[in-house]
């Protein structure tokens, strides 16, 4: 396998330069799946021979010579595997997943041979041990290049070495495999409706999508209720049937159970080795290992806000559940409230005490409104950035739009790339990709990507948002903000790259602006007539913000309980047997004080995609531990006036801009001028009365 890796790279592969598009967009019109593999294996031993060579430099270790040089290694490879594994979780086919499933180990290999090389350990530690005077930016690049080699065991003996290299590739394998199999589970459960009657409720734009995703995949003249990745489904707001809202949440809820997209033995195979590594790493758990390297500091730290927050969550949960209830009785008497009728009986109790449901609110949510005079037009207010189409720039699918990003003085920032519709070929859920890292070293200018998923309509219908579809669009565009706006040296520290329980800070910041009077207006304008939205209706949605909290944050917690509670094994505690994997989620959630059979988790364990197939492994937790922080600075911008320029340039010098290269709690205290208080969440969250 490795002779196939010191190939040169064919000179007509489109990654074989860097790309002479504007800001190193991937040349997508040259691209094909099969320059993917090539690229990459011979990214991998161009990058080794890199290394290599850093690490048998018989001159003494300087920054220069080591850690520049280590940022500067291997661009053929990053640029390689950034177009790469975008395309693979926005436009998966079989081929690119054959190609992931091939170099997935390959690369867990490649790491390890870099982080487990004694002699490149020697430069760095002697680097640390030097005590210079350094950048700050350089000298917390030391400290986490060292933190790097010793948490991938870059100190342990040769055969637990040996052991960590088996159970790094193996990880990676079966995150892999996880993934795969979850995207087709996905598909496969997808509702098929062939009565038109049971999409009473479903309005016309939701009903046109339906029939649109039915035709795309053969089955014309029918309607098909594509899932999304959380448990919840929009579907089950809208369908007045309720054998239909049955339906949909069971194929929702039973993904990765049974038949031929099983999720459940490698779900516990990844807890298993998970736990084995970090005792192999002198760790606890994995929950420790991973909150070791966190903001959060230890397990126990987030075990007690979890568990702090829980009660009260769950108590306001069943409150709501009674107001529901009751609507639920007067349409079926003697019915007890079930997981699919939540959503349905939610809108409806908001409709009846507020006289507003999503129902009428998504005539004045078009997409195209809602991202240009919304999401753009905050980001213009705020940091004063425009935005301009580039239609001779094309994206990885015929369904994305590039846009090219101009800071304040007018001079290029970078691109922004937007592909929000849903298919079948894209992972679920919604999330940031970079194509190209900011980075002075370099002369890099950022390239970001947002995915989402929303159901696409017929040509030339627009597309018509859920209000919970607003606020992704700008918690994602937060995300990519905050690559756009890094201003770092090392390509290593640009933008995003912070630790995961810091990482949602910024983008649930950005949330926030979904909600400001003055941008609301502008972008809840009425798809047909060009009315804004009734100014009583957005006096409602103001006031509605803590409407089914209970219900919002239980769901959430139950989901960060029970990452916890798999990730706190130790290898031998972890079930052997498939058929275990519902009764550990039930005694989990149990134990945990958030067993409320109408509340099911955001996520159950067989589509856990974040902490199973993604980067969040006993991670989720990071999503509340970042609100405190986003909570607490909504705050400051509130006490200073808001939307304002000022606000945003100190938002964006002091903790934006600088990515990861500085300590970001201090970032923080340095925006805030203290420690992040959880009152502020507390708040929003109405946990207040509850006496958290």
């Not at 350990?121 to 041990?129: I, T």
């Amino acid at each position: 396998m490795m002779a196939r890796m010191t190939a040169a790279l064919d000179a007509d592969n489109p990654f074989a330069t860097p790309s002479s598009l504007p800001y190193g967009l991937p040349d997508y019109r040259r691209i094909r799946e099969e320059h993917y593999r090539p690229a990459i294996l011979a990214g991998m031993a161009e990058h080794r021979a890199q290394v290599d060579a850093i690490a048998s430099d018989p001159e003494p270790a300087t920054v220069d010579n080591t850690l520049v040089a280590l940022e500067r290694a291997g661009r053929l490879l990053h640029r390689s595997l950034t177009a790469f594994f975008n395309q693979s979780s926005a436009d998966s086919t079989p081929g690119l997943e054959a190609v992931e499933q091939e170099i997935a180990p390959l690369l867990a290999a490649h790491m390890d041979a870099i982080y487990l090389d004694a002699r490149l350990f020697a430069r760095v530690e002697a680097l640390h041990d030097a005590d210079l005077d350094l950048e700050p930016d350089t000298a917390w690049l030391l400290h986490r290049t060292r933190t790097a080699f010793v948490r991938s065991g870059v100190g342990l003996d040769e055969p637990s070495q040996d052991r960590l290299r088996a159970l790094n590739a193996e990880i990676t394998s079966l995150e892999t495999t996880f993934g795969r199999d979850l995207l087709a589970a996905q598909n496969a459960a997808a509702v098929l409706v062939t009565d038109e009657e049971q999409l009473d409720g479903f309005p016309d734009d939701a009903r046109a999508a339906a029939a649109q995703a039915a035709t795309d995949r053969g089955h014309e003249g029918a309607w098909l209720v594509e899932l999304a990745l959380p448990t919840q489904q929009n579907a089950l707001s809208m369908a007045r049937d309720r054998t239909l809202r049955q339906r949909v949440f069971r194929a929702s809820a039973r993904r990765g159970i049974g038949g031929e997209h099983d999720t459940r033995a490698t779900l516990l195979s990844l807890a298993r080795l998970r736990a084995e590594r970090a005792q192999l790493l002198g760790f606890e758990h994995h929950a420790a290992f991973v909150a070791s390297d966190a903001t959060a500091k230890s397990a126990e730290a987030v075990a007690e806000i979890l568990e702090r927050l829980a009660p009260a969550a769950v108590e306001n949960a069943r409150v709501e559940a009674r107001d529901l209830a009751e609507a639920l009785e007067r349409d079926v008497p003697g019915a007890e409230l079930e997981p699919w009728d939540w959503a349905y009986y939610a809108e409806r109790v908001r409709s009846e005490r507020r006289s507003l449901d999503d129902s009428v609110l998504r005539p004045y949510l078009e997409m195209e409104r809602v991202m240009a005079d919304g999401v753009f037009r905050a980001a213009t207010e705020l940091y004063g950035l425009t935005f301009a189409e580039r239609a001779d720039l094309v994206g990885y699918h015929p369904d994305v739009r590039v846009f090219e990003v101009f800071d304040v003085d007018g001079s290029g920032l970078g691109l922004f790339l937007a592909d929000y519709w849903t298919r079948e070929s894209k992972r679920g859920g919604a999330w940031m990709n970079n194509l190209v890292d900011q980075s002075t070293l370099l002369d890099e200018r950022p390239v970001v990507v947002n995915n989402l998923n929303i159901p696409k309509p017929p040509a030339g219908e627009p597309t018509l948002l859920a209000w919970d579809e607003v606020i992704t669009m700008f918690h994602e565009f937060g995300h990519a903000l905050h690559g756009l706006l890094s201003a770092v040296r090392y390509p290593s520290q640009s933008g995003t790259e912070v630790p995961r329980d810091f990482v949602e800070y910024p983008s649930q910041v950005n949330e926030m602006w979904a909600w400001e009077p003055r941008i609301l207006a502008a972008y809840a304008v009425h798809h047909e007539t060009g009315e804004p939205m009734p100014a009583e209706w957005v006096a409602t949605l103001l006031e509605a913000r803590q409407d089914g909290e209970g219900f919002a944050t239980t769901e959430y917690l139950s989901a960060a309980l029970l990452d916890q509670a798999w990730y706190r094994l130790s290898p031998q505690d972890v079930p052997t047997d498939p058929e275990h994997v519902e009764p550990f989620e039930a005694a989990a959630l149990e134990a945990a004080g958030v067993a409320f059979a109408p509340v099911p988790p955001r996520y159950r364990s067989t589509y856990f995609n974040h902490v199973f197939g993604g980067g969040y492994s006993a991670g989720y937790y990071s999503y509340i531990w970042s609100e405190v922080l986003d909570a607490d600075t909504v705050t400051w911008f509130e006490e200073n006036g808001g939307l304002r320029r000022e606000n945003g340039d100190a938002f964006r010098a002091k903790l934006l801009s600088r990515g990861g290269s500085v300590d970001p709690m201090a970032a923080f205290r340095d925006l805030r001028g203290r420690d992040p208080e959880i009152a502020p969440l507390l708040v929003r969250r109405g946990l207040t009365a509850a006496g958290v």
